[in-house]
């Protein structure tokens, strides 16, 4: 998972739930287009290459995220930000 939500809100304790993007090792989401973005592997510590779903954006209790295993580097980010844009029709 790759949480997308406003560090403001994930900071607030009672604020219990957090948005995030999944990710699949799955070849077949690989080609879903533009809201498909693929990250390799090592990127903010994943073990293996995957691809963020960004059409499959969600809310998660945060009591189900138990162990961050890294960050994005920038240009990753950017372009889950850009799969983000494209599933959610923003400009």
């Known amino acids: 998972m790759i949480v997308v939500s406003h560090d403001g809100f994930n900071a607030v304790p009672g604020w219990r739930s957090v ?23 090592g990127a903010g510590g994943l073990p293996k290459g995957g691809v963020a779903l ?14 961050q295993i890294g960050t994005l580097p920038v240009d990753a980010i950017a372009k889950v930000e850009d799969g983000l844009r494209a599933a959610l029709d923003l400009v």
């Open 19 to 41: 948005i995030v993007v999944p990710l699949s090792t799955s070849p077949a989401q690989a080609g879903r287009g533009p809201t498909a973005v693929p990250l390799a592997p």
């Open 54 to 67: 960004c059409h499959q954006v969600t809310t998660l209790d945060r009591a189900r995220l138990t162990e």
